[in-house]
């Protein structure tokens, strides 16, 4: 099964910024529409951002529109999750996963299990 890799997470101050790295084996990302999720305890996952596979279409959550930015690099077989001006309400475990395109909020099918994700904690 599809198993995808998360890390890069870490505590930082407010306004300050992280980058998420998405990684996987045996299995070539490009191929893939791939989707950042976060979770907080009590609370299903979240659609925060997406990259689709074909033309690198990305969507964004409107609470991170502007401040966060995905993107690929498939000569290491990666997506990353650059977050910027973080805030307090950013704090949550964060994952990636497969899903189909057109992505959005409501979007709920994964085609990979979930992984252990990357904690992300923003302090005031």
């Known amino acids: 099964q599809l198993q995808l890799m998360e890390s890069g997470g870490g505590l930082v101050q407010a306004g300050r910024s992280l980058r998420l790295s998405c990684t996987a084996s045996?299995?070539?990302?490009?191929?893939?529409?791939i989707a950042w999720f976060r979770q907080t305890p009590g609370k299903e996952h979240e659609g925060v951002s997406c990259?689709?596979?074909?033309?690198?279409?990305?969507w964004y959550a409107d609470s991170v529109k502007g401040r966060f930015t995905i993107s690929r690099d498939n000569a290491k077989n990666a997506v990353y999750l650059q977050m910027d001006s973080l805030k307090p309400e950013d704090t949550a475990v964060y994952y990636c996963?497969?899903?189909?395109?057109?992505?959005?909020?409501?979007?709920?099918?994964?085609?990979?299990?979930w992984g252990q994700g990357t904690q992300v904690t923003v302090s005031t």
């Open positions: 990259i689709s596979s074909s033309e690198g279409s990305t």
């Open positions: 045996g299995f070539t990302l490009d191929s893939a529409t």
């Open positions: 996963n497969a899903v189909l395109w057109p992505f959005s909020a409501t979007s709920k099918g994964t085609f990979g299990s």
